[in-house]
């Protein structure tokens, strides 16, 4: 059956435009000014609606065992949660341990998320061995469609050195690939927690104080200056503040090739998150790196409006309230992250676009068409065009609503936006020409594709 959604206003990384989105089976099929619907199709009246491509989150971690525990969204309840927020595509991180092949690793993601996603996904390969066993496997990555990696530069069971990032991104440079770096100085903040315990302080506030914004600022210097030695881009993920961004542009200067990502949580939070004086309160906000200053977040809004960082992703790394209990006593026992995948459309367009912070098609930009280009998937995800997959986003500016942790889908069971105003809303998402979510039911069950990507494209 076809379908015409008519009426709307049609948002791409270049503007917006008033325009009817003609589609049939999981591809669409014409978009113009005006389309005649032919006899049979179904009319779709989106008056007053935005039509956005749906949204692509190339940062998540479900199922992820981390700190003696596993993450409390897996790909079932995880990507509903995506889903319901306007998210129709997720690039999730495989990641084997150390000792273990990378081709296990990705078998074993495919085993938890085949058949349990709702919505469309891929996967990132985590490198954290470098030997000629996973040297040889590079090939085969590509081979089964995975062409983005990534590297840590701190947390002990994952992070690589600086000779492994070298030789291992040598190897990538061979293939066309691209590989994101989670940036902060190890070392260093293991030196500032040694400090923090021998002076008996293990409260939530230390977490932010151990990890401070310079040393992420550095981390991302010396990564930069590695892949200067190479001659590869790179792509800086979760980056939170503006003095890890002025070593990015220094870069640029000197002609090397940079992709920043930032997230919602370093965009509408501040570190005073952290010093709530009740542990529950406070511990919800523990995330790597941590949430910065009202400066930091007026830089990055900056670089998002000037195309100095290119996507916003939600690094979702969800665990319950009791998970974050193992850390009452040790800040660092605290497992990291938090729930964002359900909110961050609404987020970016409420504290962003109707801001005046950033426009419509900077938010397309950075949550659909640029994370569909430098992740290889680009022009099926990411654009609403002829032959692109039927992902559609219909959004209600007059749907003003609060976000509320009983309203969501996500297992976290709580939300760091509790009570934030919402300017419109997601009224209806379209996964490949399927009504997948409608006034936030959600109507399809593990409908969700596994996508093979290819080179970057940004």
């Not at 389309?35 to 940062?59: C, E, S, W």
């Not at 996507?311 to 979702?316: F, G, I, L």
């Not at 998937?377 to 559609?392: E, F, H, Q, S, T």
């Not at 919402?422 to 009224?427: A, D, F, L």
């Amino acid at each position: 059956m076809k379908t015409l959604f008519r009426g709307g206003t049609v948002v791409s990384g270049k503007g917006t435009k008033k325009a009817d989105v003609l589609i049939e089976g999981e591809k669409i099929l014409q978009v113009a000014r005006t389309v005649t619907p032919q006899p049979g199709t179904r009319v779709m009246d989106v008056t007053g609606k935005l039509l956005l491509p749906g949204f692509i989150d190339a940062h998540t971690h479900f199922d992820l065992d981390v700190c003696g525990t596993t993450t409390a969204d897996d790909f079932a309840s995880g990507t509903r949660a995506a889903l319901r927020g306007g998210t129709t595509t997720v690039v999730d991180f495989a990641c084997p341990n150390k000792g273990e092949s990378l081709r296990y690793g990705l078998e074993l993601w495919h085993r938890k998320a085949d058949g349990k996603s709702s919505c469309d996904y891929s996967f990132h390969m985590t490198i954290d061995d470098w030997n000629p066993s996973i040297a040889a496997e590079i090939d085969h990555m590509y081979a089964a469609g995975i062409s983005s990696f990534k590297m840590y530069m701190t947390y002990p069971a994952m992070m690589i050195g600086d000779k492994a990032i070298y030789f291992a991104l040598k190897k990538l440079k061979e293939k066309g690939g691209i590989c994101g770096f989670h940036c902060e100085n190890s070392e260093l903040i293991d030196a500032l927690v040694e400090e923090k315990k021998a002076a008996g302080e293990n409260g939530v506030g230390c977490h932010p104080r151990t990890r401070p914004a310079h040393l992420e600022a550095e981390a991302v210097s010396r990564l930069l200056r590695i892949a200067q030695t190479v001659d590869i881009p790179v792509v800086i993920v979760h980056l939170t503040n503006a003095a890890a961004l002025h070593e990015v542009e220094a870069a640029r200067k000197r002609g090397q090739r940079v992709y920043v990502e930032t997230c919602p949580q370093y965009l509408v939070l501040d570190e005073s998150v952290y010093d709530l004086p009740d542990y529950r309160e406070a511990s919800q906000y523990v995330c790597s790196p941590p949430i910065r200053t009202a400066a930091d977040q007026r830089a990055l809004w900056a670089g998002l409006r000037k195309g100095e960082i290119q996507t916003v992703s939600t690094d979702h790394c969800s665990f319950t309230l009791e998970q974050k209990e193992a850390g009452r006593d040790d800040f660092t026992k605290i497992p990291g992250g938090v729930p964002g995948v359900e909110t961050r459309a609404e987020l970016i367009y409420t504290y962003g676009v109707t801001t005046r912070k950033i426009s419509l098609a900077t938010m397309c930009r950075t949550l659909s068409e640029n994370p569909a280009k430098l992740y290889g998937m680009y022009p099926r995800k990411g654009v609403i065009a002829a032959g692109a997959d039927a992902d559609l986003v219909i959004y209600d500016p007059a749907a003003d609503h609060t976000l509320r942790a009983a309203d969501l889908v996500s297992r976290a069971g709580y939300t760091p936006y509790e009570g934030f105003p919402i300017r419109g809303g997601v009224q209806q998402v379209w996964l490949r020409g399927t009504l997948a979510v409608d006034h936030g039911a959600i109507l399809i069950g593990p409908e969700g594709k596994f996508i093979p990507r290819g080179k970057c494209m940004l």
